[in-house]
């Protein structure tokens, strides 16, 4: 897994959060300039947060419950 993978990963968790963080704004009524940026911040943040954590997982090699499960129901496909 190299750079590439993680910086998707990053930004598939980055993207939605922020969408979902300013959505949420928005529909308070706070439209400000400094809300969308804080909904910004507040993404960048969870979102590496979440993507360094499995990035440590990864580098210990770790065992994750979900993805083991995961791999029981769908067998590799070649």
Known sequence: MGA???LKRY?????PLFLIL?????Y???TSQ????????WALIAAGGFT????????RNQACALCD???DKHPKQR
């Open 4 to 6: 590439l993978f993680w």
């Open 34 to 41: 400094d809300d969308y940026l804080s909904a910004a911040a």
């Open 28 to 30: 308070k009524g706070s």
């Open 69 to 71: 499960n995961l791999a």
């Open 11 to 15: 930004l598939l968790a980055a993207l």
């Open 52 to 59: 360094w954590s499995g990035f440590r997982r990864y580098q």
């Open 22 to 26: 300013a959505s949420v704004e928005y």
